[in-house]
């Protein structure tokens, strides 16, 4: 028996070709079809989950989903994984997400009775995101270049398989690094939203590479705003601190002794164990100018705008310590 598909049906007539953007057509839930006679591109649907890839012009392949394989390496199992995290303290602290998904919630429940929301990078679930996914008046569609627990959608952000204007709200956290062209990203974001759509974005700052080799880009404040130019400003800010990228720094400089994989996972025990704490100051630190200076990881909430902010302009919105 061929499983659902794990997109919700009121937006699977949103989909769209990832190659020509001509709609898409379903065969007896076992794939999508591009109706454009000229592509004609087929889509398989893998355990339930569309895989939608411009295999052409993406790093990943349809291939590596249809035989489940995973792009993101896995170093050690996951239930020695969920072991560590249990007993050993996290160095990471996300010190805004709470804050501004319910915010976020609020604005786009003025919105729209049953708002729409795209997750890029949602197989797992982010930090702060449980409100999203207990308020059932909202309808989120999770997609990832992965398969996971949450994942409902294999699309690659560059090439996003929905029509135009077809979102209340898009969601990319802790993703833009991990795209090799996060300009491209932001102007798929800015296609798929609706006249009054909303953008939230957290994106890291101050953070060593992670998720290798599929790990590309930082930004500093004034260069996740004008990553964002053709977005209305709501809110910005850092949303993990200086203690956060501290505990970071003195976790890799350890590591960088070592080439040993026992000897990795030991000396991140022994770093996690001896700089946890410093994540606590960014409590007192997170809303300081200096912060945005040296913080760990910064976030943008916007609504699609008709203007481009200029470069002249965004000089003007620095605010940090460095004057």
Not at 67 to 76: D, E, L, Q, R, T
Not at 210 to 216: I, K, L, Q, R, V
Not at 259 to 276: E, N, Y
């Amino acid at each position: 028996m061929q499983e659902k598909i794990r997109i919700p049906k009121s937006v699977q007539d949103l989909l769209c070709c990832p190659i020509c953007y001509a709609k898409l057509m379903i065969l007896e839930n076992k794939q999508f079809i591009c109706i454009n006679s000229k592509c004609a591109a087929h889509f398989p649907i893998v355990a339930g989950i569309p895989v939608l890839l411009n295999d052409k012009l993406s790093i990943f392949s349809i291939d590596d989903f249809v035989s489940y394989k995973k792009p993101f390496a896995v170093g050690i199992g996951e239930n020695i994984k969920k072991i560590i995290r249990f007993f050993i303290p996290t160095i990471s602290r996300n010190i805004k997400a709470d804050e501004n998904y319910s915010r976020l919630i609020n604005l786009l429940q003025k919105q729209s009775i049953t708002p729409r929301i795209l997750v890029i990078g949602g197989g797992t679930l982010g930090q702060g995101m449980e409100t999203l996914v207990n308020n059932k008046s909202l309808v989120l569609v999770e997609s990832d270049v992965s398969f996971g627990p949450r994942t409902g959608l294999i699309c690659d952000a560059h090439n996003i398989p929905f029509m135009n204007e077809s979102f209340d709200c898009v969601i990319a956290q802790a993703v833009l690094e991990h795209v090799v062209d996060p300009n491209r990203c932001v102007e798929e974001i800015h296609r798929v939203l609706n006249e009054n759509g909303l953008v939230y974005a957290e994106t890291p700052f101050m953070q060593q590479v992670h998720c290798a080799p599929y790990d590309f880009t930082r930004f500093t404040f004034l260069g996740h705003r004008r990553l964002f130019r053709r977005f209305e400003e709501i809110d910005s800010g850092a949303g993990s601190g200086p203690g956060m990228a501290l505990a970071w720094s003195y976790q890799s400089f350890l590591l960088s002794f070592t080439a040993s994989r026992i000897m990795i996972k030991l000396v991140g025990i022994f770093a996690r164990l001896t700089s946890f704490y410093f994540k606590y100051f960014d409590y007192y630190l997170i809303n300081k100018p200096k912060t945005l200076d040296y913080a760990s990881g910064l976030y943008f909430m916007g609504r699609k705008g008709k203007q481009i902010l200029s470069d002249r302009d965004l000089i003007k919105l620095y605010k940090g310590s460095c004057q």
